[in-house]
């Protein structure tokens, strides 16, 4: 070996150690540094979110260590025949050699030059503040409009934004909270769980069953998007639904799982088409990258084009659901609006209790007519004790948040992979959600204006027989 190329190896070798060691030295991870003998987690061929490609796999069992000990998910016992993955992807923020998101991006890339396919696509609020990391940009820095530009230029037809069904998520769950504080039951039990993190919905299948009359039964956003695209923005569009293709752009690997379940056809059944499914694709915001890259898209050179007019707008509350906590601060200032009829006071804005990254957070809220009990948890490794000790009654709450990725979905298992540690990335795309809830001119779901238009022409109010048929799944 000549002098030159034993530099350049080690240069690369350096290169490679650093990039390695990154998620062991974070704080997150960094908890992590077992291996396990045994090899590679065992991914089975039918995962409909993640992959593992044996042929980069080194079998050093890392990963299998990372989703036992960071996770709590790997080695649990599970109901026969199930498979152990809640489909969280964050093996692919840890492995980024071998374990991949089951890729989506060639096949969207297809429908966008089909003829007669009209493809629809919605942003999740996660990736605006991450997106920007595959070009170098510095994490939090937002990019929505860039976004939108990108996709309109390589012939998406309309661009939507997963706020606006953050609105109606918050609409429907916190009119949900309110009747089950009226008539808590046996079939609607309290604490009522958050339900739009679809790893958190299967943890609770696969780990803790008595819990699922717990879940709020409203769908997620990007769900309820979907369903809605093909049902009242084709209706408001005069587009025939089944041209649709409906594209979800998400930090989330879960997601892709989540649309093949029963019950995500809701749009197709009101049509007659149960074939026809409420979202179409998922692509991470990685794969994102990877179809404006296939495009020659330069990104950074992209002018910034305005969402859709028709659900493409959200309020500030819709905007902070990327965060944890921030689903149980939307609705908590929707709740209050609903059950005082007044905005709720400034501390409703920035409830500092259930901000941050501590695993768990508590509060009791004072909602005017009465006091909530709350909590938010994030990270399925720290979730055991917290529900065992509800489970045991030891804990007492109304209402709990719960997402599967440390972080929220700014953390999810679909966001670009980066050099910085996990806390500062988290802190810098939390920031500028919260920043992005500031500027919002509008900061309660209630006063979006596209969100009273569509109860007006379509839904009709909260927990009608026709929100309850759309936004809603019964377990
Ligand atoms: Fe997906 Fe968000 Fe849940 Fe992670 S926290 S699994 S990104 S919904």
Same mark, same amino acid.
């Given at each position: 070996m000549t002098r030159r190329e034993f530099i350049k190896k080690m240069i690369i070798g350096a290169g490679l150690l650093f990039c390695g060691c990154e998620h062991l030295l974070g704080d997150d991870h960094g908890r992590e540094r077992g291996r396990e003998r045994g090899g590679a987690l065992p991914i089975r061929s039918d995962n409909p979110s993640i992959r593992l490609h044996h042929n980069r796999c080194r079998n050093c069992g890392r990963c299998r260590g990372f989703c036992r000990n960071?996770? $709590? !998910? *790997?080695g649990q016992a599970v109901p026969a025949g199930e498979d152990t993955c809640t489909y969280c992807g964050q093996c692919t923020l840890f492995c980024t050699r071998a374990i991949t998101e089951r890729y989506h991006y060639r096949e969207v890339n297809q429908a966008i030059s089909a003829a007669g396919k009209i493809v629809i696509a919605t942003t999740a609020p996660a990736i605006r503040v991450a997106l920007g990391e595959m070009y @170098?940009? #510095?994490? $939090?820095? &937002?990019v929505e409009g860039k976004i939108v530009g990108a996709l309109k230029h390589i012939g998406v037809d309309h661009v939507l934004d997963a706020t606006f069904a953050a609105d109606l998520t918050v609409m429907e769950e916190a009119s949900e909270l309110l009747e089950r504080l009226e008539n808590n039951s046996a079939k609607n039990p309290l604490p009522m769980f958050t339900s739009c993190c679809p790893a958190w919905i299967r943890f609770v299948k696969l780990f803790y069953p008595s819990f699922l009359p717990n879940l709020s039964t409203v769908k997620s956003p990007l769900l309820m998007q979907g369903t809605l695209v093909k049902t009242y923005f084709a209706q408001k569009t005069g587009i025939d639904p089944a041209k649709i293709v409906c594209v979800a752009l998400t930090p989330c690997t879960a997601k892709k799982a989540e649309i093949l379940l029963p019950g995500k056809n809701a749009a197709g059944v009101m049509h007659g088409?149960?074939?026809? @499914? +409420? !979202? +179409?694709f998922v692509l991470t915001c990685r794969e994102l990258a990877y179809l404006l890259n296939l495009n020659n898209v330069n990104f950074l050179q992209m002018q910034d084009a305005p969402y859709s #007019?028709?659900?493409g707008t959200g309020s500030g509350a819709g905007m =902070? *659901?990327? &965060?944890?906590g921030g689903v149980m601060e939307a609705s908590l200032r929707t709740a209050y609006r609903l059950l005082n009829n007044k905005n709720p006071p400034a501390k409703f804005f920035n409830l500092t209790p259930i901000r941050g990254l501590n695993s768990v957070r508590s509060a009791s809220v004072d909602l005017g007519v009465r006091t909530l009990n709350v909590a938010v948890a994030h990270g399925t490794g720290g979730l055991r004790p917290f529900l065992e000790s509800i489970q045991s009654g030891v804990l007492k709450y109304d209402f709990i948040e719960v997402m599967a990725c440390s972080g929220g979905c700014i953390g999810g298992g679909g966001q670009p992979v980066t050099l910085m540690g996990p806390t500062r990335l988290k802190q810098l795309r939390k920031n500028a959600l919260y920043q992005r809830d500031i500027g919002s001119? =509008? @900061?309660?779901s209630y006063d979006n204006p596209q969100i009273k238009a569509i109860y007006n022409d379509f839904l009709s109010e909260p927990l009608s027989n026709k929100a309850k048929e759309l936004l809603h799944i019964y377990r």
């Open positions: 960071t996770m $709590g !998910v *790997f @170098r940009l #510095s994490p $939090g820095t &937002n088409k149960a074939e026809m @499914r +409420d !979202v +179409d #007019s028709l659900m =902070i *659901f990327g &965060n944890t001119e =509008i @900061r309660l």
